[in-house]
C-alpha cells in the first residue's frame, strides 16, 4: 500500500510496470509515480483483495491496464534484460544505485535480469562479443559513455554483428558523461535514473547511425564523437577532475579558452549540406515525420551477413572540401547534446546517414567565453566562427606530434584518421523515436513571406 500521506496517486499509464491478480484473489498494480509535480518519480505498489464475485472484472482490468501501459502490446511486457554495472564511473557508486533503485522498478515490472558488474577495462566488449543474442531482448548500461562504446566495439566483433547490432542498447546514467543519455531523454531527465529505467523497460527501438574511424590497419566504432583540439583537451586532460561530475566539463573548457591553443591539423570534409538555416528547416521535417517502432519489428528476419565495407579509408579526396582556415577545434558526432551545458550537434538526426563536423576558427578568448552563454541551447550554432558540416566522411590529418584525439571520451594516437558513417546499424530504446533537445530557428533567421 502507498505511505499514508499520499492522500491520491495520479501518474500517467505509461509510468504502469505491472497489474496482476494473484492467486490468493489480490489485485496488484505496482507503478511510478510523482507525490508532488517537482518530486522525483517514486516505486509506488498498490494491492488490495478481490472479493470472488469480482475476480472476472478484476482480471479484465489487469488485461486491459496492461494493454495500455504497454502501448497496446507494441511493447513486450516481462522485458530479458542484460544489465552492465561500471562500479568506477563517475563518483563510482553505480552498483549501490543499481541495488537501491533500479532493481527495484525492474523487479516491479518482472523483468527478467542478468547482471554483470564489470571488473576491468573492456569487460563489457568481451561480454558483447560473445553474447547470445536470442536470450535478451536489450542490454543496459550502467555507466557514463564508456560502457556503451564498449558494447558497439563488442558487438562489431561478434560472430554475427548484424544481428547483435539489433540488439537494442539502452544507457542508465551514473557517469561524469552521459551524452547518450541526454539525448535520448532530454536534458531534464537525461541523469535521472529511475526515468531511464523506464525506457529501458519501455522504450522502442530507434535506429541509429555509428561511425566507423579508421586509424592505418586499425578500425574501431564510434556511437557519440570525436574531437581534436580544444574539446578533446576538454575531455581527455580533465580525468583527474572527475569527481566533480560533469562539472569538470565546465572547468576544462574554461582552462582551454584561456591557452586558446591552435590545434594542428588538415581536415578533409565529403560535405553534403552546409547551409546552416537549411539544416534546421531539415530538422523539423524529419522530426514531423517520426513514428515511434515497436518491439513487433524486432522480430523481423534478421541480417547476418558481415559488417558494412568501408568506403573512404582510401578515398582520393578529389571532390571533398578542405578547411583552410586556422582551426581552434574540430568536433563531430551524432545527438545534439554532448554534455547540460552544451548542445553542440543542434541539427543531429538518429538515422539520417551523416556524420555533424562542427569546426571552430580560432578567435579571440572573449568570443569563446561569450559562446557558453546559451550553449545549453545551441546558441553557438550561430556564431560566424562555428562552421557546421553535414558529410558522409571526413579525413583529419595532424600536422604535429603533439595533440589529442578522443573518440567517445577514449584517447587514440595523434595520428592521421578517417571517419565514416554507417546509416541506422545500432539500435538504441528510446521513448519517442527522435532525440529528446528542441532547436530552431532565431526569429532573425524565419523566412518572411517576402523572401520565402
Known sequence: MPPEKWTQ??????Q?????????NTLEVSLLAR????????LVHISGNVQEADQDVAKSFVTALMQSAYDGKCVEPRRRLKVLVSPKSGPGKGVSIYHEKVEPILKAA???????????????????KDLRLDRYDAIATMSGDGLVYEVVNGFAKHAEPMRA???????????SGNGLALNILGSKDGYDVTVATLNAIKGRPMNIDIFSVT??????????????GLMADLDLGTEHLRFLGSTRF??????????????????HMKVVESDKVRMVEQLHEARSKTTPASDLNVGEPLPTDALPELKYSNADMKDWVTFDKPILYVYAGKGPLVSRDLMQFPVSLPNDGLIDVVVQEVSGRGQMLKAMDGAEKGAQYWMDTQHYFKAEAYHIEPISSKGLL???????PFQPFTVEVHKGLATLLSPCGHYQADFDLPHSKVPTAATA
Not at 35 to 42: F, V
Open 9 to 14: 496517486i495520479e501518474a500517467p499509464v505509461r
Open 16 to 24: 504502469v510496470l505491472y497489474a496482476e491478480v494473484t492467486p490468493n
Open 35 to 42: 507525490q508532488k509535480t517537482k518530486n522525483p518519480l517514486t
Open 110 to 128: 518482472h523483468c527478467d535480469v542478468d547482471l554483470t558488474i564489470t571488473t576491468h577495462q573492456l569487460h563489457a566488449l568481451e561480454i558483447a
Open 165 to 175: 547490432f539489433r540488439l537494442p542498447i539502452t544507457p542508465i546514467p551514473v557517469g
Open 215 to 228: 586509424q592505418g590497419d586499425q578500425r574501431m566504432f564510434s556511437f557519440f564523437s570525436q574531437a581534436v
Open 250 to 267: 565546465v572547468v576544462g573548457f574554461l582552462q582551454a579558452v584561456a591557452k586558446n591553443k591552435k590545434c594542428p591539423v588538415k581536415l
Open 406 to 412: 578522443s573518440v567517445d571520451g577514449e584517447s587514440y
